[in-house]
């Protein structure tokens, strides 16, 4: 069974960092893209970010090019976003993601709150 357990979130002011991690297992991690996607309060899902298999290979969203930072530890099994410069507009829960035989796999987020 996939299981992902999103962590790192919490509450943090404007210009504030956090790190997030998504520890899986389940699969066999380093044959997966990975995603991040987020949920502002009362909105529907955004994407945020994505790595490709190896890691050599990263895509952001507009919104956060420059301040979030996608990774993994294949060697852990782990996908990390090292989030820089919060905005308040950067609240929202967010989720690591995979697609596993053509069905997507996410855990239970993980809350950031930015702000004053």
Known sequence: QVQLVESGGGLVQ????????????????????????????????????????????TYYTDSVKGRFTISRDNAKN??????????????????????VEWAGRWGQGTQVTVSS
Not at 84 to 99: E, G, M, S, W
Request: proline fraction near 8%.
């Open 14 to 57: 404007p210009g504030g960092s956090l790190r997030l991690a998504c520890p899986a297992s389940g699969l066999t991690f380093s044959s997966y893209m990975m995603h991040w996607v987020r949920q502002p309060p009362g909105k529907g899902l955004e994407w945020v970010s994505s790595i490709n298999r190896g890691g050599g290979t």
């Open 78 to 99: 782990t996908l990390y976003l090292q989030m820089n410069n919060l905005k308040p507009d950067d609240t929202a829960l967010y989720y690591c993601l995979t697609f």
